[in-house]
């Protein structure tokens, strides 16, 4: 069936420090891939997504790759900042084109 | 403000019982998801409704239903519930077509069950 593996699923870096997320897909067919941050208590919001026919996207600070060929996707996050600490979450549309897999969720840290 | 709403935000109530969670969704958006996130979980998948019918079904229990009503707006309905249950339901919205797969999140109904 659907599934999202997502790795760490914890991640501690200094700030300033890059971070980077990583997930895997199962779904060949799968062609939308979303990245959300939720902060403690909040609801998930959209940081930035990327389709299957574009190799990467960067949104200042964030960027995101995706590897068709190897079904994963990656988040990079440059010059970290405390307000990054959140919990992040990758997704992959899945059978039905506007349905998403989210993946499990990586709790990101970032020490003053 | 993602422009989605939920109601109620909190929802303490007892095992057995049963509850509806609402939502309405973005001005102009036909498609409504409901997720669970349990304590420390991730986004589980629910149900999804695009323009009053039922589109994708995820790990819903039989116990759990839901319909989107003509106006767009969602009620999820939890029925004999037990302590499991307890979670933060969202529910998000989207345009629906291919032009746009943006969800938008809103604010979540924390439930516990007693």
């Known amino acids: 069936g659907e599934n999202v593996e997502q790795h760490p699923s914890t991640l501690s870096v200094q700030e300033g420090d890059s971070a980077v997320i990583k997930c895997t897909y199962s779904?060949?067919?799968?062609?939308?891939f979303p990245w959300y941050k939720q902060e403690l208590g909040k609801r998930p919001q959209l940081i930035i997504d990327?389709?299957?026919?574009?190799g990467e996207k960067k949104d200042q600070r964030i960027a995101v790759t995706l590897n068709k060929t190897a079904k994963h996707f990656s988040l990079h996050i440059t010059e970290t900042q405390p307000e990054d600490s959140a919990v992040y979450f990758c997704?992959?549309?899945?059978?039905?084109?506007?349905?998403?897999?989210f993946g499990p969720g990586t709790s990101l840290s970032v020490i003053p | 403000d993602s422009g989605v709403t939920q109601t109620p935000k909190h929802l303490i109530t007892a095992t057995g019982q049963r509850v509806t969670l609402r939502c309405s969704p973005r001005?102009?958006?036909?498609?409504v998801y409901w997720y669970q996130q349990s304590l420390d979980q991730g986004l589980q998948f629910l149900i999804q409704?695009?323009?009053?019918?039922?589109?994708a079904k995820g790990n819903i229990l039989e116990r759990f239903s839901a319909q989107q009503f003509p106006d767009l707006h969602s009620e999820l309905n939890l029925s004999s519930l037990e302590l499991g249950d307890s979670a933060l339901y969202f529910c998000?919205?989207?345009?629906?077509?291919?032009?746009?797969?943006?969800?938008?999140f809103g604010p979540g109904t924390r439930l516990t069950v007693t």
């Open positions: 779904d060949s067919a799968s062609n939308y």
């Open positions: 409704y695009y323009n009053g019918e039922e589109r």
């Open positions: 998000a919205s989207s345009v629906g077509d291919l032009r746009s797969y943006e969800q938008y």
């Open positions: 990327i389709r299957s026919n574009v």
């Open positions: 001005s102009g958006d036909l498609s």
């Open positions: 997704a992959a549309s899945g059978a039905s084109y506007d349905k998403v897999i």
